[in-house]
T-cell receptor, first 114, second 116 residues
Framework: SQKIEQNSEALNIQEGKTATLTCNYT??????LQWYRQDPGRGPVFLLL?????KEKRKERLKVTFDTTLKQSLFHITASQPADSATYLC?????????????FGSGTRLQVQP | DAGVIQSPRHEVTEMGQEVTLRCKPI?????LFWYRQTMMRGLELLIY????????DSGMPEDRFSAKMPNASFSTLKIQPSEPRDSAVYFC??????????????FGNGTRLTVT
């Protein structure tokens, strides 16, 4: 069955370091991948989208890679700050079906220590 | 723009009661999605609409769940009768065009439903 896996354990890092979060998928041929940030008691907020023909996307301190061979996306936050502490969700979408909805991973909680 | 607005923010009800969750999408968005989030299952798609028409309701758990979108600015998700296992946070999201066209989802802040 189709599966999207994110590290369920929280990631703890020191302020100023680079945080790297992983999203792996199986039995899935996504055409694009999106990353969202979710704070407690709030809905997810869109951060970045990357398509299958793109290797890397950047936005300010954020970088996303998409490797369709490894079936993996990496999400990097450089020069991390305590304000980056949140849960980060990856979501996959596909265009080979009529379904125009994203499937989400369970998220990884990031804690940046000052 | 006020964003996606959901009401109520919290709902506590007894098993067997009817529950209605409400959503106002962002004006101009023609896709509306209902998701449910639990610790065990994460964020699951229940149903989505395009131009007020339900497109895919395969995620609706069972007949106790129903969703409507009578117009472009309002949608409801109804659970009747409610059961304790329905306890979750229910999110509504909208997007301009479908999410394949570089169009992200805009989520509301959810309704936390507790069924006792």
């Amino acid at each position: 069955s189709q599966k999207i896996e994110q590290n369920s354990e929280a990631l703890n890092i020191q302020e100023g370091k680079t945080a790297t979060l992983t999203c792996n998928y199986t039995n899935y041929s996504p055409a694009y991948l999106q990353w969202y940030r979710q704070d407690p008691g709030r809905g997810p907020v869109f951060l970045l989208l990357i398509r299958e023909n793109e290797k890397e996307k950047r936005k300010e301190r954020l970088k996303v890679t998409f490797d369709t061979t490894l079936k993996q996306s990496l999400f990097h936050i450089t020069a991390s700050q305590p304000a980056d502490s949140a849960t980060y969700l990856c979501a996959l979408g596909r265009v080979d079906t009529g379904r125009r909805a994203l499937t989400f991973g369970s998220g990884t909680r990031l804690q940046v220590q000052p | 723009d006020a964003g996606v607005i959901q009401s109520p923010r919290h709902e506590v009800t007894e098993m067997g009661q009817e529950v209605t969750l409400r959503c106002k999408p962002i004006s101009g968005h023609d896709y509306l999605f209902w998701y449910r989030q639990t610790m065990m299952r994460g964020l699951e798609l229940l149903i989505y609409f395009n131009n007020n028409v339900p497109i895919d309701d395969s995620g609706m758990p069972e007949d106790r769940f129903s969703a409507k979108m009578p117009n472009a600015s309002f949608s409801t998700l109804k659970i009747q009768p409610s059961e304790p296992r329905d306890s979750a946070v229910y999110f509504c999201a909208s997007s301009f065009r479908d999410t394949t066209r570089n169009s992200p989802l805009h989520f509301g802040n959810g309704t936390r439903l507790t069924v006792t």
